[in-house]
């Protein structure tokens, strides 16, 4: 049987969708950002969560776990939401139901935790859902008391099987109170916490008066207010801007009380570290940059949760020049990006002004509240409509008793006579024969005048815009009376922080610098190092070590021919493994250092390419001001290999020995002095081959070349024998005796 595959492919291109890769890529890469903006990473201005907070909120009320209710672990929750609305990672779903009882992330938390839900100085420091307890707060309830009265509108979840809220009926502008952050797609969010108590009356004024200004409302919103407390440094200028356009910066700054000669600070910008800051205090206090402070102390506690003693020495400084350095030296003062950026109404993201904000909340309010004022009429029309019927039963009991006794088609009959209709005529043939009796007469017709009653007033509020706002205020001085309490953090008017001018005198002790392979650096007092006694991580190992003084600098190589530099006084008291060198220096990822010199008068440093190209370079073209460092050996297709200290004033020779077993020895002084650059050719190595230089070093008259092996044994080539291979500059030197170079075991070589 012949297959036309030509006609089969020309049937099959015309079911198929064609689109130009362009297009294609472009499409999918805005649904991504919009499915991140949307369902991820911004909060929606009706009630300022997120979709996984709102899913967390709505599962655990699904869960009955109100404030009221017994703790229940936390992964029954997590369980939960993973599995019916949110189907991401377990350890960001728990992470951001941690969030949501954190009083210190948090100016009004909506869950209650038993267990450990991390701390100020570590917030991620919580213990494993299976460990930990939840419940939902008090203050929680303002998003989740009306959600199943008609309030809002709901979605499939992701599988269809069930029904999730696409908001919940917040009763407060949570989006101000609480604030939010999140990084999505091209775009941020970071909207600051702000105290409940100034944004609820500032929404109330505004729904007296529709046409306040952004400058009316400030009147009542004088900033953010976040739980950590701290000290907000701004003038009502840059607040202003901030409120008007929706972006800008805060300062915030730590608060403090002096006692004697301590200061106390008891309160830390939002989202410092109080151990970082100490750190930075401590590190200032070992180089000397901070000679009026004595020591530092942690002294925080379960009833102090940020508590820090400096003690003071001297009379040089007051507190407040003391702390204005620390403001600007340390974490004590923090720069908070401001972004009101958030998914209003139209569901669209967009960066809005205070007015705009509370402007489109009392919008989704007045709604949310017409929706349920309108569902708990209609609940009560229905009861009317139902009590009616019952009304019309016990006045004729007997003769409804006897068409249901008697007749064949009853319902027909006594629909017809009394004009019920069905959901009536269904209600009475269910009424229970207790309930006949006369008292329950009496009580329904006091039912139905109550529920008249609520009828007209409902009816009446949904009827008048001025009504509808009145409910609305009346709501927020309830949740005012409620939940409202004092500012927390401070706005002051204050000068810009200043650091002190010290002058730092670094001792001359003796230091020793150790460097592993992995890059990292420490240093021990005095000269007398044994390094095979060093300890290093776990997959790390000696490299370099230096002896040198506390005053005097330290110069690095890299393989690229990057120099660097480092004083002593730089590196903090070795802890440890110490600290790597990424921290002081930005070298590129995957190249290691080379060369570690003491930066002397005297020093000059022999450096070459793993291709035999080299120079001499003196001890002032050995300074670098910045982290990058700056390049001193031009390798081009090679790395640099191991640099060299040389004494210019010593007879000296260089010694190199290649890959291929080649080595050869010539005098130092035919090397010239540069500045940086490629160098000159110091041996001759073929530019086809893969030969490189594996060892090289200097040595003087008298001095011997010894070959080591890992089978412990040992060779060792004296002065005399060295001399066949002393020749010119740029030779191609001599063969090492095969004796010498064993190619199943591990070579080294150093100079006695």
């Known amino acids: 049987m012949d297959i ?36 991820r990473a911004l909060p929606h201005i009706s009630d300022g969560l997120k979709p996984v907070q709102r899913r967390i909120l709505y599962a655990m009320n699904e869960l009955s776990l109100n404030y009221t209710s017994k ?59 299976r460990y930990t307890e939840s419940r939902l707060t008090m203050f929680s309830q303002l998003f989740l008391d009306e959600i199943n009265m008609g309030t809002v509108k709901w979605s499939p979840n992701f599988d269809g099987t069930l029904n999730e809220p696409k908001t919940l009926p917040s009763k407060i502008p949570n989006i101000l109170i609480n604030g939010s952050s999140g990084i999505a ?62 972006t800008g910066n805060i300062k915030i700054r730590a608060t403090y009380k ?56 001297g009379r040089s400084h ?91 088609n009853p319902k027909k009959i006594v629909i017809k006579m009394f004009k019920f209709t069905e959901m009536q005529y269904e209600a009475i043939i269910n009424i229970k024969i207790r309930s006949l009796a006369k008292i329950q007469e009496k009580n329904i017709i006091i039912e139905l005048k109550e529920l008249s009653e609520n009828e007209k007033r409902l009816s009446a509020i949904l009827k008048s ?3 509808l706002n009145k409910y609305l205020k009346d709501e927020l001085l309830e949740v005012l009376e409620s939940f409202s309490r004092a500012r927390q953090t401070k706005i002051t008017n204050i000068s810009p922080a200043k650091a002190i001018e010290v002058q730092v005198t670094v001792s001359n002790d003796p230091v020793t610098a150790i460097l592993s392979k992995n890059g990292w650096i420490k240093y021990s007092k005095g000269h007398d190092i044994d390094v095979n006694r060093l300890s290093f991580k776990t997959g790390d190992d000696y490299l370099l070590h230096e ?22 006084s730089k590196i903090a008291i070795s802890r440890g493994q110490g600290e790597p060198l990424s921290k002081y220096f930005q070298i590129q990822d995957g190249i290691s250092i080379i060369g570690m010199h003491l930066l002397t008068k005297k020093l000059s440093i022999l450096t070459m390419s793993d291709r035999g190209y080299g120079f001499i370079c003196l001890q002032e073209d050995l300074f670098v001001k910045n982290k990058k460092g700056k390049t001193l050996l031009r390798t081009k297709d090679s790395l640099a290999v191991k640099s060299v200290t040389v004494d210019l004033d010593t007879d000296l ?100």
């Open 4 to 39: 036309d595959l030509e006609k089969i492919i020309k049937e099959s291109d015309k079911s198929l969708e064609r689109l130009p890769i362009k297009d294609f890529s472009e499409e999918a890469y805005l649904n991504y950002s919009m499915y991140v903006i949307l369902d």
């Open 465 to 467: 815009k001025a009504k």
């Open 653 to 752: 020779y260089y010694l190199i020995i290649t890959s291929a077993g080649y080595m050869l020895i010539s005098e130092i002084k035919n090397i010239p002095i540069l500045s940086k650059g490629r160098g000159v050719k110091l041996i001759n190595i073929p530019k086809a081959s893969d030969e490189t230089i594996i060892f090289s070093t200097v040595l003087k008259k008298g001095q011997s070349l010894s070959f080591s092996y890992d089978s412990n044994r040992k060779r060792i080539i004296n002065f005399d024998g060295l001399k066949a291979f002393i020749m010119e500059r740029s030779r191609r030197g001599k063969k090492i005796d095969k004796k010498f170079l064993l190619e199943k075991v591990k070579t080294t070589y150093n100079i006695e």
């Open 185 to 246: 797609v091209g775009m941020s969010t970071d909207i600051p916490s702000h105290n409940l108590s100034e944004v609820i009356k500032a929404a109330i004024k505004l729904i007296d008066n529709p046409k306040l200004s952004i400058e009316d409302l400030r009147k009542f919103v004088i900033g953010p207010d976040f739980p950590t407390q701290g000290e907000i440094v701004l003038n009502e200028s840059e607040l202003d801007s901030i409120y008007l356009n929706g």
């Open 547 to 568: 002896k040198g003084y506390m005053d005097k600098p330290l110069v690095f190589l890299d393989q690229l021919g990057f120099v660097y530099n480092l004083d002593y």
């Open 318 to 408: 007051d507190a407040g020049t003391i702390m204005s350095h620390f403001f600007f030296t340390t974490d004590l003062e923090k720069s908070l990006r401001v972004n009101l950026n958030m998914i209003g109404l139209d569901g669209k993201p967009q960066v809005k002004n205070l007015k705009i904000i509370l402007s489109e909340w009392i919008k989704y309010r007045l709604t949310t509240i017409t929706n349920k004022l309108s569902w708990e009429l209609e609940k009560i029309q229905k009861r009317i409509h139902i009590l009616n019927a019952y009304i019309i039963v016990y006045n004729n009991l007997d003769k409804i008793i006897k068409i249901i006794r008697n007749e064949d």
């Open 258 to 313: 002096v006692k004697g000669k301590e200061i106390i600070i008891n309160s830390i910008p939002y989202q410092a570290n109080t151990n970082k800051i100490i750190e930075q205090i401590q590190e200032q206090i070992f180089l000397k940059k901070s000679t009026f402070i004595d020591s530092v102390m942690d002294a925080s506690d379960q009833d102090n949760p940020v508590r820090i003693i400096l003690k003071t020495k």
């Open 71 to 129: 703790f229940k672990k936390s992964a029954r929750t997590i369980g939960d939401v993973l599995g019916k609305f949110h189907p991401h990672g377990d350890t960001a779903c728990y992470e951001a139901m941690v969030m949501l009882a954190q009083d210190f992330s948090y100016n009004h938390t909506f869950i209650e935790g038993q267990g450990n839900w991390g701390t100020q100085d570590d917030p991620k420091s919580f213990a494993a859902m």
